[in-house]
């Protein structure tokens, strides 16, 4: 009954991901009373509300965060996000209402860095088509110059968003490929500049001279549909697209018209305009291109330390200390 009585005491955290390790669990139940979610449905979903009620803290990963949602947790001091993408925040509403929400940067680099560059050897030595062709009982004809596929080494490059994943990336391509790189982003990279060569270049020029464009910006008003048919068109037709950033930045039909129309050769594909992808989607009846269920950050490690870190970041947030990753400074106006 006391224990019962003091474990009421401690403030609540709703946690709403599924397999949030549970070492992070115990971690945050040392000071926090600790309500798990491994998923949200129809079933769940009036009891996640009812627990929201008296939350002050919200550990999750994708989940939209908007009015609505903010509206049944009137005690929420922090969001913290098992994620470097924050789209599913709604910042605006969450300042507001002084809300903290943080992410996870920095920990993933290099683990969604290695999902890239599976997804460039992937595309363009066919490597899923071959396995299949090898499964399914089939072997080389002569010199099986039908099973060829592309070099990787020493192509060209072009990254569009150089953060902490486009810079890894660049690293790899660059001291593990001889690739040239080029980049496009918001401002200057100048440590990219130096340690790999990298060259700052205009969209059009990277999609002009790229064998290999890889997409990683954020999902921001600014950059929905960034890549488009204008783009496709002026793009090699030899040219592979990898997209491991949020699929919204992607005209996906302008995507599906570039392959059908052999306007570019193939693409690798993390994300999707709509997830789950429709098992309807013309780009999974394609040879040409490789899909992944959004995994770049996916393996144990990497999915302990985000989680770690976004533990992290709750528990700051709540002991009233300015949390290591938080997004919006905004939403400290009154409390710091
Ligand atoms: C997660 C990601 O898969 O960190 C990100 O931005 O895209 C991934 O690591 C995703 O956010 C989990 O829903």
């Known amino acids: 009954m006391e224990e019962r009585g003091l474990l009421h005491m401690k403030p609540k955290i709703v946690v709403a991901y599924n397999k949030v390790s549970p070492k992070v669990l115990s971690f945050l139940s040392e000071s926090y009373h600790v309500i798990n979610f491994d998923k949200l449905d129809a079933q769940t979903l009036p009891n996640f509300y009812q627990e929201l009620g008296d939350a002050h803290g919200l550990l999750t990963a994708g989940l939209k965060i908007d009015s609505a949602l903010l509206n049944r947790a009137p005690q929420l001091k922090i969001v913290s996000n098992i994620s470097v993408g924050y789209d599913n925040l709604n910042l605006l509403e969450l300042n507001k209402r002084n809300v903290m929400a943080t992410n996870t940067p920095g920990v993933l680099n290099d683990t969604v860095a290695d999902t890239v560059m599976g997804l460039i050897l992937a595309v363009a030595r066919r490597i899923p088509e071959l396995d299949q062709h090898v499964k399914t009982g089939n072997w080389k004809v002569e010199d099986g110059v039908n099973l060829y596929g592309n070099n990787v080494h020493h192509k060209v ?180």
């Open 157 to 336: 490059l072009g990254i569009i968003g150089m953060g902490g994943i486009g810079t890894a990336v660049a690293k790899r391509a660059h001291f593990g490929f001889d690739m040239p790189i080029l980049y496009h982003n918001r401002s200057r990279h100048t440590e990219a500049e130096q340690m790999v060569n990298a060259v700052y270049c205009s969209l059009e020029e990277l999609c002009q001279q790229s064998d290999f464009m890889c997409l990683l910006t954020p999902l921001t008003p600014q950059t929905v549909k960034l890549i488009g048919e204008k783009e496709f068109k002026q793009m090699k037709s030899t040219a592979i697209f990898i997209n491991a950033s949020r699929g919204a930045t992607v005209d996906e039909q302008a995507l599906i018209r570039a392959l059908e129309n052999k306007e570019i050769l193939g693409a690798g594909l993390d994300v999707f305009e709509q997830e789950p992808v429709s098992p309807g989607n013309k780009l999974l009846s394609m040879d040409n291109v490789v899909a992944l269920p959004h995994i770049g950050s996916a393996t144990h490690e990497t999915r302990l330390e985000m989680a770690m870190l976004a533990a992290e970041n709750l528990v700051s947030g709540l002991q009233g200390k300015m949390p290591p990753n938080l997004i919006n400074r905004e939403a400290l106006k009154n409390l710091f």
